[in-house]
Protein backbone atom coordinates (compact mmCIF):
# COMPACT_ATOMS: atom_id res chain seq x y z
CA UNK A 1 0.00 0.00 0.00
CA UNK A 2 1.19 3.74 -0.73
CA UNK A 3 0.35 6.47 0.74
CA UNK A 4 0.11 10.22 -0.75
CA UNK A 5 0.70 13.55 0.53
CA UNK A 6 -0.70 16.27 -1.87
CA UNK A 7 1.11 20.24 -1.24
CA UNK A 8 1.58 23.14 -2.94
CA UNK A 9 -2.36 24.90 -3.10
CA UNK A 10 -3.57 27.95 -2.32
CA UNK A 11 -4.56 31.01 -3.81
CA UNK A 12 -3.15 32.80 -6.41
CA UNK A 13 -4.82 35.53 -9.38
CA UNK A 14 -6.54 34.04 -12.57
CA UNK A 15 -3.54 33.74 -15.15
CA UNK A 16 -0.95 32.63 -12.25
CA UNK A 17 0.84 29.43 -11.84
CA UNK A 18 1.00 27.00 -9.35
CA UNK A 19 3.14 23.84 -8.69
CA UNK A 20 1.39 21.18 -6.78
CA UNK A 21 3.79 17.90 -5.28
CA UNK A 22 2.45 14.54 -4.99
CA UNK A 23 4.98 12.61 -2.18
CA UNK A 24 4.62 8.76 -1.73
CA UNK A 25 5.74 7.28 1.04
CA UNK A 26 7.05 3.71 -0.75
CA UNK A 27 10.51 3.18 -1.32
CA UNK A 28 9.79 3.44 -5.11
CA UNK A 29 6.68 4.35 -7.06
CA UNK A 30 8.45 3.05 -10.14
CA UNK A 31 5.68 0.49 -10.63
CA UNK A 32 2.43 2.61 -10.31
CA UNK A 33 1.34 4.70 -13.10
CA UNK A 34 0.29 7.87 -11.28
CA UNK A 35 -2.88 10.85 -11.85
CA UNK A 36 -3.82 14.08 -10.73
CA UNK A 37 -7.97 14.73 -10.50
CA UNK A 38 -10.12 17.51 -8.88
CA UNK A 39 -13.24 18.43 -7.65
CA UNK A 40 -14.91 21.99 -7.56
CA UNK A 41 -17.88 22.05 -4.63
CA UNK A 42 -21.17 20.59 -5.77
CA UNK A 43 -19.80 18.31 -8.77
CA UNK A 44 -18.13 15.14 -9.45
CA UNK A 45 -14.62 14.34 -9.40
CA UNK A 46 -13.22 15.07 -12.76
CA UNK A 47 -9.38 13.06 -14.23
CA UNK A 48 -7.14 15.92 -14.70
CA UNK A 49 -4.02 14.21 -15.94
CA UNK A 50 -2.17 11.65 -15.88
CA UNK A 51 1.41 10.04 -16.40
CA UNK A 52 3.00 6.57 -16.67
CA UNK A 53 5.77 4.84 -14.77
CA UNK A 54 8.22 6.23 -16.33
CA UNK A 55 7.37 9.26 -17.36
CA UNK A 56 7.14 8.42 -21.60
CA UNK A 57 3.37 8.59 -22.24
CA UNK A 58 1.09 11.62 -20.20
CA UNK A 59 -2.84 12.21 -21.06
CA UNK A 60 -4.74 15.63 -20.03
CA UNK A 61 -8.41 16.48 -20.03
CA UNK A 62 -9.40 18.80 -22.64
CA UNK A 63 -9.88 21.58 -20.36
CA UNK A 64 -6.35 21.86 -19.08
CA UNK A 65 -4.17 20.40 -22.11
CA UNK A 66 -1.94 23.14 -23.15
CA UNK A 67 -2.34 24.65 -19.53
CA UNK A 68 -1.31 21.88 -16.86
CA UNK A 69 1.55 19.62 -16.93
CA UNK A 70 2.52 16.61 -14.92
CA UNK A 71 5.99 15.07 -14.25
CA UNK A 72 7.59 12.69 -12.55
CA UNK A 73 10.49 12.13 -10.35
CA UNK A 74 10.97 8.54 -9.50
CA UNK A 75 14.35 8.70 -7.61
CA UNK A 76 12.08 11.59 -5.28
CA UNK A 77 8.71 9.39 -5.35
CA UNK A 78 7.06 12.63 -5.89
CA UNK A 79 4.66 13.37 -9.04
CA UNK A 80 4.21 17.25 -10.01
CA UNK A 81 1.35 18.95 -11.63
CA UNK A 82 2.87 22.73 -13.24
CA UNK A 83 -0.32 24.69 -13.23
CA UNK A 84 -0.29 28.01 -15.82
CA UNK A 85 -2.55 30.27 -17.22
CA UNK A 86 -5.30 29.75 -14.11
CA UNK A 87 -8.52 30.20 -14.46
CA UNK A 88 -11.13 30.66 -12.27
CA UNK A 89 -13.22 27.51 -13.36
CA UNK A 90 -10.03 25.69 -11.96
CA UNK A 91 -10.94 26.47 -8.19
CA UNK A 92 -11.29 22.89 -6.91
CA UNK A 93 -9.35 20.62 -4.37
CA UNK A 94 -6.87 18.86 -6.31
CA UNK A 95 -5.94 14.56 -5.56
CA UNK A 96 -3.35 12.89 -6.58
CA UNK A 97 -3.96 8.81 -7.02
CA UNK A 98 -1.64 5.53 -7.91
CA UNK A 99 -2.18 2.52 -9.30
CA UNK A 100 -0.59 -0.63 -10.66
CA UNK A 101 0.08 -0.37 -14.15
CA UNK A 102 1.90 -1.74 -17.17
CA UNK A 103 5.01 0.21 -18.22
CA UNK A 104 3.15 2.70 -20.74
CA UNK A 105 -0.05 2.68 -19.47
CA UNK A 106 -1.71 6.02 -18.55
CA UNK A 107 -5.04 5.66 -16.68
CA UNK A 108 -7.86 7.91 -16.42
CA UNK A 109 -9.94 5.03 -14.03
CA UNK A 110 -9.06 2.87 -12.06
CA UNK A 111 -7.13 4.37 -9.05
CA UNK A 112 -6.39 2.09 -5.79
CA UNK A 113 -4.80 4.82 -3.79
CA UNK A 114 -5.79 8.47 -3.30
CA UNK A 115 -4.35 11.26 -1.28
CA UNK A 116 -6.18 13.77 0.78
CA UNK A 117 -5.89 16.66 -1.55
CA UNK A 118 -4.87 20.10 -1.44
CA UNK A 119 -7.02 23.28 -2.50
CA UNK A 120 -6.73 25.32 -5.13
CA UNK A 121 -8.24 28.91 -5.72
CA UNK A 122 -8.31 31.17 -8.65
CA UNK A 123 -9.53 34.16 -7.78
CA UNK A 124 -10.52 36.56 -10.86
Known amino acids: QVQLVESGGGLVQAGGSLRLSCAAS????????MGWFRQAPGKDREFVGG????????DYSDSVKGRFTISRDNAENTVYLQMNSLKPEDTAVYSC?????????????????WGQGTQVTVSS
Open 97 to 113: AASLAGRREVLRTGYDY
Open 26 to 33: KDTILVYA
Open 51 to 58: ISRYGSNT
